[in-house]
């Protein structure tokens, strides 16, 4: 077999999914046409074409952009559902996505809006695709300490139903350290803690979202790999990284995909995963992710093997339910 083939066939978990960031431009014309909503491109060609990005905030300006034509339950239950239909292609059997509330509050979407659709589409996945998901409400970075209590205010009446609270958005100037108090919070009400750290911020934030967020997961992580105090502690403490191969070249973290960190991580016992982060913005999901890591860097069926089981192993999920995903 292939390994193509063997990648294809292995259950996998996506832990570092935005769900914003699986809106394909079909659906985003859709939604437009739907909601009368006017978006600056002519034809999905020309959305695809724009996705050309020098860094993070590049990419950030655009996403933003194209989040503008969700409006509706309806919507955010369709961009779920969609997204969980493609991932279901690529064997992905659990995924614990993010989503950007204040992405949509802001602009007059209640929290209920956006919750309640994605549920939904949560739900309905499960029921005819076999999919589970748990849901991870993230802050924006480059908003303030203030606003991050406001939406988990705004969140309460949906703290049952999500399980965790994550830290995305422009890092670099917007430390860890900002959020401690919400964080804290966010541990006291017995929710997850997850933070993008390390993608284009230094070591430091990195060792920041440990020390000052205590996480339970950690989002990329790429740069850890420049402090050897610190790799030492991720591999001791077995920290899940939520690695997101396209992504990185798709925003220059990497030069070339062959320049990749994951073998080095991997040699030095760190617990990566393999995930698609904003798929419809980089140009892969899932598998396009495990297969075009494995051909620049030439990972073995071991290696493959290692970061499939590590996404079940670092989900959300319990013992019974994990094993019952694989
Ligand atoms: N929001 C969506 N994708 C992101 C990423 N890769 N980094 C930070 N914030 C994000
Ligand atoms: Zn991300």
């Known amino acids: 077999m292939s390994l193509d083939a063997y990648i294809a066939g292995l259950p996998k978990a996506e832990l570092h999914l935005h769900i914003e960031g699986s809106l394909e431009p079909e659906l985003m014309f859709e939604l437009a046409r739907r909601n009368k909503v006017a ?10 074409a724009a996705y050309d990005f020098s860094n993070l905030q590049d990419f950030l300006d655009i996403y933003y952009a194209g989040a503008r034509v969700l409006l509706t339950e309806e919507d955010f239950h369709d961009l779920a559902l969609a997204y969980f239909r493609r991932a279901a292609a690529d064997n992905v059997r659990h995924a614990e996505i993010f989503f ?5 509050t802001d602009r007059g979407v209640p929290f209920g809006v956006v919750a309640e659709g994605l549920l939904a589409g949560m739900k309905r996945a499960e029921r005819e ?3 589970t998901s748990k849901l991870i409400l993230c802050f924006l970075r480059h908003l303030d300490e203030h606003a991050a209590f406001d939406t988990l205010h705004q969140a309460e009446p949906w703290l049952d139903r999500i399980e965790g609270v994550g830290l995305d958005s422009s890092e670099i100037g917007h430390p860890p350290s900002k959020f401690q108090r919400i964080f804290e919070r966010a541990g006291q009400m017995g929710l ?5 750290a390390g993608e284009e911020g230094p070591p430091e934030y990195v060792s920041e979202a440990l020390d000052l ?50 073998p080095e991580m991997l040699r030095r016992g760190l617990h990566v995963t393999l995930n698609s982060d904003d798929p419809a913005y980089f140009g892969g999901y899932m598998n396009d992710n495990y297969r075009r890591l494995a051909e620049a860097v030439g990972l073995t069926r071991e ?22 995903r694989i």
């Open 100 to 104: 950007d509330p204040q992405t949509h």
């Open 192 to 196: 997850k803690r997850v933070a993008h």
């Open 129 to 131: 695709l076999g999919v």
């Open 39 to 48: 978006i600056p491109f002519d034809s999905v060609e020309a959305v695809r």
């Open 213 to 262: 967020l205590h996480i339970d997961r950690m989002d990329h992580g790429n740069r850890s790999m420049e402090d050897e105090a610190l790799i030492e502690r991720l591999a001791a403490s077995q920290m899940t990284l939520t690695v997101c191969p396209l992504s990185n070249l798709k925003l220059c973290v990497v030069k070339d995909l062959k320049d990749h960190p994951v």
């Open 303 to 324: 290696q493959v093997t290692r970061m499939a089981k590590n996404s079940f192993e670092g989900s959300f999920l319990s013992g019974g339910e994990r094993a019952a």
